[in-house]
């Protein structure tokens, strides 16, 4: 069964850019017609959808955050990545990867990753 | 950009029926997902277009959309079902967007 498990920095300086990156295994990233997700949830908050990523390297992301996100893919690797830049206290969250198709649910996700920006 | 509006919170004894909705306009012309997040753990489905069970959700847990309220039926209810439940849609509208709903926190008396 496929499994996805981010990885990346847990602290980052404000004005930076935070740079995490999911692995998928059990299966390849790019068969199956998946889009593959990334999703942030502030602590105590609800889940926030920031955007996904075809295989084919089609990307949507969310109006709010869109001039600050790239999300990009490694079918070589079989890693998907993110990358969120000048960010600042706001950005501290759960960051979740989560595997989904168009119409369809995310199923599975990853574990997580909390990411916190701070001097 | 489309909306769902959950209630913040729902409370219900063990042994009774917890039902959970998520609102937006005519919402009952999209396909509603329902997400189980407990403490300190990753979402898992429990509920997908509108009424599936994932293998492995029991089947206590069941789901509707019609009009403007998609629901989430938790019947007798457990105390290990207490956890955040969140629905998610897509926005086809709005360039394929994924929108989730606020979160209900379900407690179990």
């Known amino acids: 069964q496929v499994q996805l498990q981010e990885s990346g920095p847990g602290l980052v300086k404000p004005s930076q850019t935070l740079s995490l990156t999911c692995t998928v295994s059990g299966g390849s990233i790019s068969s199956g017609g998946y889009y593959w997700s990334w999703i942030r949830q502030h602590p105590g908050k609800g889940l926030e959808w920031i955007g996904y990523i075809y295989y084919s390297g089609s990307t949507y992301y969310n109006p709010s955050l869109k001039s600050r996100v790239t999300i990009s893919v490694d079918t070589s690797k079989n890693q998907f990545s993110l990358k969120l830049s000048s960010v600042t206290a706001a950005d501290t969250a759960v960051y979740y990867c989560?595997?989904?198709?168009?119409?369809?649910?995310?199923?599975?996700w990853g574990q997580g990753t909390l990411v916190t920006v701070s001097s | 950009s489309y909306v769902l509006t959950q209630p913040p919170s729902v409370s219900v004894a063990p042994g009774k029926t917890a039902r959970i909705t998520c609102g937006g306009n005519?919402?009952?012309?999209?396909?509603v997902h329902w997400y189980q997040q407990k403490p300190g753990q990753a979402p898992v489905l429990v509920i997908y277009y509108d009424s599936d069970r994932p293998s492995g959700i029991p089947e206590r847990f069941s789901g509707s959309n019609s009009g403007n309220t998609a629901t989430l039926t938790i019947s007798r209810v457990e105390a290990g079902d207490e956890a955040d439940y969140y629905c998610?849609?897509?926005?086809?509208?709005?360039?394929?967007?994924?929108?989730f709903g606020g979160g209900t926190k379900l407690t179990v008396l």
């Open positions: 989560a595997r989904g198709m168009e119409w369809e649910p995310h199923d599975p």
């Open positions: 998610q849609v897509w926005d086809s509208s709005s360039d394929h967007l994924v929108v």
């Open positions: 005519n919402i009952g012309s999209k396909s």
